[in-house]
């Protein structure tokens, strides 16, 4: 059930990256991450009531969900953005232990983690340090690195096809690494802004 919350986190962080593009009001991307956060909050204690030896996956879950649930509320009750932007750091922060844990027994996971960890960050800078610079590099970031990272390695895991070994682990920093650096270059592009033609009116 966990790469199913991948699939779900890549479906949130899409909409997420959209919304910060402008393309998707925020009032409904939160009643999206409402809803994604409950169920992946929801998968979580499942996942732990079933296994508790799961504990460790179903705390990810939990960071996910947690991070979904809390922007959701704060979109959709206008309840700022500072408190979701700390909440951020703090995933960002364990994210890098989890990666820490994880690089042993699955090297792969522990950078889609490092990853992640970097995402969560520009969220941090974002909307707990006000750096509206990031805004747009943010945005790509979430729909580029947050989608592939989720959404792949979730259909791999699911048709047992898990990659394992020095290469796995080489292409996927690599991947991850260049979609930010697309990110960063997308972002970095000034937003054309369509003005309208004055209509000639006869006298």
Known sequence: ?????????????????????????????????????????????????????????????????????????????????????WFCG??????LVIAGTA??????????????????????LLLARGAERLTRVTGWSAILVGTVSTVIPALLGLNGAWPGGTTAVVATAVVLGALFAVAVTLGGRPVRVTTAQPVAVDA
């Open 1 to 85: 059930m966990s790469y199913i919350c991948l699939l779900l986190s890549g479906a949130a962080l899409l909409v997420n990256g959209v919304s910060l593009l402008g393309r998707v009001t925020p009032r409904d991307a939160g009643v999206f991450n409402l809803a994604i956060g409950l169920l992946q909050l929801v998968v979580a204690l499942l996942i732990a009531s079933a296994d508790p030896g799961a504990a460790g996956s179903a705390a990810g879950i939990v960071l996910f969900g947690l991070t979904y649930l809390y922007v959701g509320l704060s979109s959709v009750a206008g309840l700022g953005s500072a408190g979701v932007g």
């Open 90 to 95: 703090f995933v960002a922060v364990l994210a």
């Open 103 to 124: 690089a042993r027994e699955d090297p792969v996971s522990s950078v889609l983690w490092i990853g992640w960890a970097t995402l969560w960050t520009l969220f941090f």
